[in-house]
């Protein structure tokens, strides 16, 4: 996948305030309050910086974590992980493998075929209804 470059000011510029926080500061949305945690339509979830293709909405699932939770990428491609140990924390960030904006996280407790939990702010996602 071809990388995407920008600017902190282009992204400023393009980005909502709380899109800008969650994809370019490596923020995090409060739980349950996402636009896209209930959603259950199908489509696809791209990403809300780039547009990237990220997930397919028959990989959604109801974890009760309060994000969108996925059990994968729509491409083995389309997303990377990353080592992250803030917060006192260690987790595995998710990032868009296109533009490098902060997704979520992904957690080893996650339901079949791939016992994975994406963990996705919706901040950082776009919607395309299926048609």
């Known amino acids: 996948m071809e ?4 600017s902190e000011a282009e992204w400023r510029q393009e980005l909502t305030p709380e899109q800008y926080h969650v994809l370019r500061e490596k923020g995090t949305e409060r739980a349950f309050t996402g636009a896209l945690y209930q959603n259950h339509e199908d489509g696809t979830y791209h990403c809300a910086g780039c547009g990237a ?3 397919q909405s028959d990989t959604k699932y109801e974890s009760g974590s309060g994000w969108p939770s996925f059990y994968n990428p729509a491409e ?8 992250d140990n803030s917060f006192g924390m260690r987790r595995i960030e998710v990032t868009c493998a296109r533009c490098g904006g902060h997704l979520g996280h992904v957690f080893p407790d996650g339901p079949r075929p791939t016992g994975l939990r994406y963990c996705i702010n919706s901040a950082s996602l776009a919607f395309k209804k299926q048609e």
Request: proline content about 0%.
């Open 3 to 6: 990388k995407m470059k920008k």
């Open 53 to 55: 293709l990220l997930f």
């Open 76 to 83: 083995s491609d389309a997303v990377q992980t990353h080592e």
